[in-house]
């Protein structure tokens, strides 16, 4: 069993709650858009991080983090990347990773809206946690957890914070 926290779009601001809310977490999951290497190295001081680059992320974090990340946790396949769409919608290059990978749950950033949708017809679930970050026109900063265990996805939880805070 594994619990995992997920984020994106943090463009270099960490929410104040993030350490409270995935002190339990064993991993921490960043969908891009992290901002600056300080960032990507605070939230690596908490938990092991697993990263994409985002559109606004430079040479560096580009260096650490690769564009898209494939692997298996427990037995579920997962597919992060920061520009993937959603069902119905996803962009180019995440319908090729998806026909290619077949994950069964499909991680992405970007639009700064939390989703959490089940796509029939791929048989995944795709989770977009909004925006982790204070730039950009969302209202309120979303983040994720989530636990793993065998091929089962379940315990979902959203951190939902006024930007004000």
Not at 70 to 89: A, N, R
């Amino acid at each position: 069993m594994k619990k995992i926290g997920l984020l994106s779009d943090t463009h270099c601001h960490i929410p104040t709650r993030m350490s409270d809310f995935f002190k339990d977490c064993d991993e921490i999951w960043h969908a891009g858009d992290i901002g600056d290497i300080s960032t990507a190295d605070r939230i690596e001081e908490l938990k092991y991080i697993r990263a994409v680059f985002g559109n606004i992320d430079g040479g560096v974090l580009r260096l650490r983090y690769p564009e898209y990340q494939f692997f298996e946790i427990e037995k579920v396949k997962v597919l992060m990347t920061h520009i993937g769409g959603y069902h119905g919608h996803y962009s180019r290059k995440a319908k090729q990773l998806i026909l290619q990978y077949r994950p069964q749950l499909f991680i992405s950033g970007h639009s700064h809206i939390l989703k959490i949708i089940y796509d029939h017809k791929n048989q995944l679930l795709h989770i977009n946690p909004g925006a982790a970050g204070n730039s950009g026109f969302h209202k309120k900063i979303t983040l994720v957890r989530f636990v793993i265990n065998g091929n089962n996805i379940s315990d979902l939880e959203i951190l939902d914070i006024d930007r004000r805070q």
